[in-house]
Nanobody, 121 residues
Framework: QVQLVESGGGLVQAGGSLRLSCAASGSIFSINAMDWYRQVPGKSRELVARITSGGGTNYADSVKGRFTITRDNAKNTVYLQMNSLKPEDTAVYYC???????????????WGQGTQVTVSS
């Protein structure tokens, strides 16, 4: 059974920083892209950052220059360093991984349970 578990959310003042972590565990053969999404009530989930298996990255325009996504392939873990946080960054943050479980020929997207990030003004 594959699981993604996020950690690192919380309450921070505007201008502060937080680091989110997401560890994939279970019987995993390989992991392709790993993503961070966020969602606020009443809005659709939006892609914040993506990192490929080779280390290539993409960011939403709203977080470029402030957020950095990295991964540790040995630990099957993805991180999101969030600096210069703004109140509009307040959301539930979800990690996602496109991966192939052991014993399967198929890749699929797995999701974490989400972690709340609240930025006060």
């Amino acid at each position: 059974q594959v699981q993604l578990v996020e950690s690192g959310g919380g309450l921070v003042q505007a201008g502060g920083s937080l680091r989110l972590s997401c560890a994939a565990s279970g019987s995993i053969f390989s992991i392709n892209a790993m993503d961070w999404y966020r969602q606020v009530p009443g809005k659709s989930r939006e892609l914040v950052a993506r990192i490929t298996s080779g280390g290539g990255t993409n960011y939403a325009d709203s977080v470029k220059g402030r957020f950095t996504i990295t991964r540790d392939n040995a630990k099957n873990t993805v991180y999101l360093q969030m600096n210069s946080l703004k109140p509009e960054d307040t959301a539930v943050y979800y990690c996602s991984a496109n991966l192939q479980p052991r014993g399967s020929f198929l890749r699929k997207d797995y999701w974490g349970q989400g972690t709340q990030v609240t930025v006060s003004s």
